[in-house]
């Protein structure tokens, strides 16, 4: 894993020396991607610059190191990923005359672009990727991101100077642009707890997304087209369904989790994984511990707050399989030491608060091995969210409802406060009692007044500010895939209809930019074996009833697991990777968050209306209402803007 920067000016504007001295900046705010080296590359006659920070995984010699120029000299890479088939591909590239000094993956990726062409190599690719490469011939750069967008890419082209990088803190640190915040965007972070794509929190600067190419030549505009998308692959697969029993498809899908867990654990330096005790995060263990032979190390995190906390779960299923477990408990203390370093982390806003966690389990994991793999996706490909079913509920209801008896229905939820609906909860049995009872009957609540239409009752359900332009001076959040009219007819069954808008959005630009960033923070590399993409098109190939049949979630998935764990130990109330920040901010977090929250600053610094967050921070301290994650995603803009936006 590492970390990739560069600048093309084609303008000519810059001198060489300019150019590589800029380059070699915004490589140095990449080091923790990349401990083990770093170069920058120049083509001085184009004003071609590449930069790279390396971490070592395979091939740990001087022979895999970037950025890398192809055996003919043709093409130079700056590449960030890992290639899992590239032992396949490289017999076939020997066989047409190239050359390989070494083992690792970035020469199949370079040579094969001589003898392939850029894109019909990156679709033989199976692997997380981000690769910069440089036609020298044809002075031609292309940019590439991974089909589910597992590894990120910023770019922009200011006045056709093209800069790139693994992270918007590269691009900030070449003083040929001064960061502008678009306040559309901000309104945008506010309704999801993230910058969803193409966009950021800066005007001009765009991430790559998943799934494109970008080329860009010495003149016009770069273009960007696709080499695969999710659209395709769930056409083909609903078109297409298996026609197999259920045994078969779980034998099938077995065979393919199996390949993909031991594709991802081919390293040259220590593994491990992490370990929830849920049922992603067994099965992959699982698999890993079926095909090795020495206990894997397994790594999982536990909370003192009952309701948050599944270690316990976690080292039951550690002890099944006989892994080599290792475990740390989350104290609010542990979360104050931690949020100073989330603006420098994530370096745009990101309010997803189980980033806490994820940082802590990766920084754990690090003292013990340098890659992880986790389960990742599976609620996504499977059909795991709870929402997915209790909305199926819903929908399946309101859809039918006269608008006049919505609205009456609408306004009864929310005449009742959140904290008295979740102390009438209390004749809920407890392991059928959804947590934040009464955050959820008003978010039924507006579900039952938006529009009856799946992208409207999507963003309602996901949304931590449902009208944020209310809060955002001068921003609206503009209209994205979720607004996609074709999407009811692509995919006309409720449940997979949401496992697609998730994939499209939630998956890449909250899950796996959570997990990318906390794992890099610390040198650690993170596989998600479940994002294959030949799992994520057997998925879709399957019916509906075998992900989520009977209101039950990862119905194949858990038959999977069920070969090698038993039921009784993963069978159990979703949980999620959540934190309690609600508590905390009453609590030990109070003072970190009063002064960011205070009225005057918030005036003073003309993004946000202080009254709507005032009232939430008064109602929240109060106890009358859990507002944490519309508070958090507020926090953690403040605190991002006070350490980029002095």
């Known amino acids: 894993m590492c970390g990739i920067t560069g600048i093309w000016d084609r303008a000519g504007k810059s001198g060489p020396d300019t150019l590589a001295s800029s380059v070699r900046a915004m490589t140095k705010t990449l080091v923790y991607r990349g401990p083990d080296a770093g170069d920058v590359w120049l083509d001085p006659d184009a004003r071609m610059a590449l930069g790279h920070r390396r971490l070592s995984i395979v091939d740990l010699s001087p022979a895999g190191a970037q950025p ?28 047409a005359g190239r050359n390989f000094r070494g083992h690792c993956d970035t020469e199949v990726i370079v040579e094969g672009a001589v003898v392939w062409g850029v894109e019909a190599t990156i679709k033989r690719l199976i692997g997380m990727f981000t690769i910069a490469l440089w036609d020298r011939r044809e002075r031609v750069l292309y940019l590439v991101r991974d089909r589910l967008g597992i590894k990120p890419l910023y ?41 969803p794509a193409p966009q950021s929190i800066y005007r001009g600067v765009q991430k790559l997304s998943p799934g494109t190419i970008l080329v860009a030549r010495e003149s016009g505009p770069p273009e960007i087209t696709p080499f695969w998308t999710l659209e395709e692959v769930a056409r083909a697969g609903q078109t297409s369904r298996l026609a197999l029993s259920e045994a078969d498809a779980t034998e099938a899908l077995d065979t393919l989790l199996r390949d993909a867990v031991g594709r991802r654990m081919v390293a040259d330096v220590p593994l491990g994984a992490f370990l929830s005790g849920g049922i992603d995060s067994s099965t992959v263990v699982a698999l890993m ?44 203390q542990h979360a104050q030491d931690v949020i100073p370093l989330l603006p420098d982390m994530y370096d745009e806003p990101f309010a997803d608060s189980s980033q806490i966690p994820t940082y802590l389990i990766s920084k754990m994991t690090r003292q013990h091995v340098t890659v992880a793999l986790s389960g990742d996706g599976g609620d996504e490909l499977f059909g795991g969210y709870t929402r997915y079913f209790r909305g199926q509920t819903i929908w399946r209801a309101i859809d039918r409802m006269p608008t006049a008896l919505r609205e009456l229905a609408a306004f009864g939820a929310r005449s009742v406060s959140p904290a008295t609906w979740t102390t009438l909860s209390a004749i809920i049995p407890e392991s059928r009692r959804p947590q934040q009872f009464g955050m959820k009957m008003h978010k039924l609540a507006g579900v039952l007044a938006a529009e009856p239409e799946a992208s409207a009752f999507y963003r309602q359900v996901i949304s931590l500010w449902l009208e944020p332009e209310r809060v955002v001076i001068g921003g609206a959040a503009p209209k994205g895939r979720l607004e996609d009219p074709r999407t009811r007819d692509l995919v006309p069954d409720f449940v997979e209809r949401m496992q697609y808008l998730d994939t499209l959005t939630y998956l890449p630009d909250d899950i796996l930019t959570k997990v990318d960033r906390a794992s890099m923070a610390v040198s650690l590399e993170a596989r998600v074996p479940l994002l294959d993409h030949r799992v994520v098109a057997f998925s879709w190939s399957l019916p509906p009833a075998m992900k989520a049949g009977t209101g039950l979630g990862k119905r194949l998935l858990r038959n999977v697991l069920n070969r090698y764990v038993p039921r009784e130990l993963v069978e159990r109330p979703k949980m999620g990777f959540a934190i309690p920040v609600g508590e905390w901010l009453r609590g030990p977090l109070r003072d970190w968050a009063e002064p960011l929250l205070d009225e005057n600053r918030l005036a003073a610094d003309g993004i946000f209306h202080p009254a709507p967050i005032r009232t939430r921070w008064r109602e929240h301290l109060e106890g009358r209402y859990d507002w944490q994650a519309s508070l958090w995603a507020v926090l953690m803009f403040q605190a991002w803007r006070a350490r980029w936006q002095p």
């Open 155 to 195: 770019w922009a082209d200011f006045a056709g100077r093209i800069l790139f990088g693994s992270e918007l803190k590269a691009l900030r640190a070449d003083r040929g642009w001064a960061p502008s915040l678009d306040r559309d965007a901000i309104a945008a972070y506010l309704g999801f707890g993230y910058v």
């Open 289 to 332: 511990q079926a095909q090795s032979a020495r206990p894997v190390r397994s790594f999982s995190i536990g909370f003192t707050e009952s309701g948050y906390n599944e270690a316990v779960h976690a080292a039951a299923v550690a002890r099944h399989l006989g892994t080599e477990h290792t475990e740390l408990y989350v104290s609010p």
């Open 68 to 95: 890398m120029v192809s055996s003919c000299g043709r093409f130079v890479i700056s590449y960030n990923g890992e290639v899992y088939n590239s032992d396949e591909l490289r017999p076939e590239l020997e066989a």
